[in-house]
């Protein structure tokens, strides 16, 4: 009866009323908590730490790490760490993410919202955990240049394609931004920043091949259907 009690006690007393999980965007929040703890856990702050201090942090793909936190008696907050991807290649049906050192650090069958995929490149091999291994060694930096400026510059590209002369495009939606051939890539997709805003929801070729900076013309002409 004491023990019944008890337990009747501690699950009103530490009953769950609000859980706030934050830097979520590989997982939605229901998915993520389904991963690290139980349902009954859930419903308990209590029982969550204590399943949480029993079993540790449970490994997530593309997730580093995450802590937990007790608010007062009745609420949970949890900061998620997700990994820094800068990229995808897709191999055999898989998709292959790597850092911003070029390490491939996660693979999945699901395509993440956010990770251009990187296109017309020729791999050796490709192993989890080690550095891609491409065609041309000097492709190398480029890739990391163009996708960590992607990022920078939060233009939203589904892809970066490299065709056999080691040209660049990226497409944006419907628009398509010829970057070229170059060592660095920093004005012509700055630039590329720049103008989107203003062509949002056009399908277009936007030619920044030659984009040296300043003032100088843009082409630009609609895609054909």
Not at 90 to 119: A, C, H, N, W
Not at 176 to 197: E, S
Request: with cysteine; hydrophobic share 35%.
């Amino acid at each position: 009866m004491i023990v019944t009690s008890l337990v009747l006690l501690i699950g009103s007393v530490y009953q769950t009323e609000k859980i706030t999980v934050d830097g979520l965007t590989y997982y939605d929040e229901e998915t993520f908590l389904a991963k690290i703890s139980t349902e009954t856990a859930r419903k308990n702050t209590l029982l969550f730490r204590l399943e949480q201090f029993r079993n540790g942090q449970t490994k997530i793909p593309y997730i580093e790490s995450y802590d937990v936190v007790t608010e007062g008696k009745n609420t949970i907050r949890i900061q998620v760490y997700e990994k820094i991807l800068v990229g995808c290649v897709k191999v055999m049906g898989q998709y292959l993410y790597f850092d911003k050192d070029g390490y491939v650090t996660e693979s999945g069958m699901e395509r993440l919202p956010g990770i251009p995929l990187v296109k017309g490149l020729e791999f050796d091999r490709i192993v989890l955990y080690e550095k891609l291994n491409i065609q041309k060694d000097e492709l190398y930096d480029v890739i990391l240049n163009i996708t960590k400026l992607v990022q920078e510059y939060e233009i939203p590209a589904q892809s970066i394609t490299f065709n056999g002369k080691g040209e660049v495009e990226l497409e944006v939606g419907d628009i398509t931004v010829a970057l070229g051939k170059r060592t660095a890539y920093d004005l012509p997709i700055q630039k590329c920043a720049d103008v989107l805003p203003s062509v949002s929801g056009r399908k277009l070729y936007i030619d920044l091949s030659e984009y040296r900076g300043g003032n100088a013309d843009i082409i630009a002409k609609p895609k054909e259907d």
